[in-house]
């Protein structure tokens, strides 16, 4: 997993905004590997994250959208049942929070790319990296937070 750029843009909620946006990446050769959007009261929310975030700038400023740059947790997972809960749980155990999270295929076979804004991207990163999970966690008699 790491942590990679994610861009935000506020969409007017019309036909044709979403496709100017990926049609113009595409002339780029920018690959996007995941997307979400959202739609809201106002502007619809776009979030995605591209192969190449200068690229993506780029595009974006030339065809005059407004955006913003976070930094998401990027997960590998198995297109299997229950994987996608064991991450949402080994997060919950450590009391960190997923504000926001979609999931996109991914080019190999049998995975997918989770992407998770967290409360703590950082500590998500390292709490997913150790192999050992949670155990530390469960042997000092901490509960998962949604357990309680």
């Avoid at 065809?63 to 949402?88: D, F, H, K, Q």
């Avoid at 997060?91 to 295929?105: F, K, P, Q, R």
């Avoid at 999970?133 to 998962?144: E, K």
Wanted: proline share 5%; net charge neutral.
């Amino acid at each position: 997993m790491d942590l990679v750029p994610e861009v935000t843009a506020f969409l007017e909620n019309k036909p044709g905004r979403l496709a100017k946006i990926c049609s113009a990446l595409a002339q780029q050769k920018v690959d996007i590997q995941a997307l979400s959007v959202m739609e809201t009261d106002g502007p619809s929310v776009l979030r995605f994250v591209t192969t190449d975030l200068d690229a993506t700038r780029s595009v974006l400023t030339s065809i005059g959208t407004e955006y913003r740059i976070t930094e998401v947790l990027a997960v590998p997972l198995e297109n299997r049942t229950g994987s996608l809960a064991r991450v949402l749980e080994r997060l919950a155990e450590e009391h960190i929070n997923v504000e926001y999270a979609y999931v996109s295929t991914n080019g190999t076979p049998g995975k997918s790319l989770g992407i998770f804004h967290t409360s703590n991207p950082k500590r998500a990163s390292q709490v997913l990296a150790d192999p050992a999970g949670s155990a530390a966690a469960r042997s000092a008699g901490r509960r998962p937070l949604h357990s309680r």
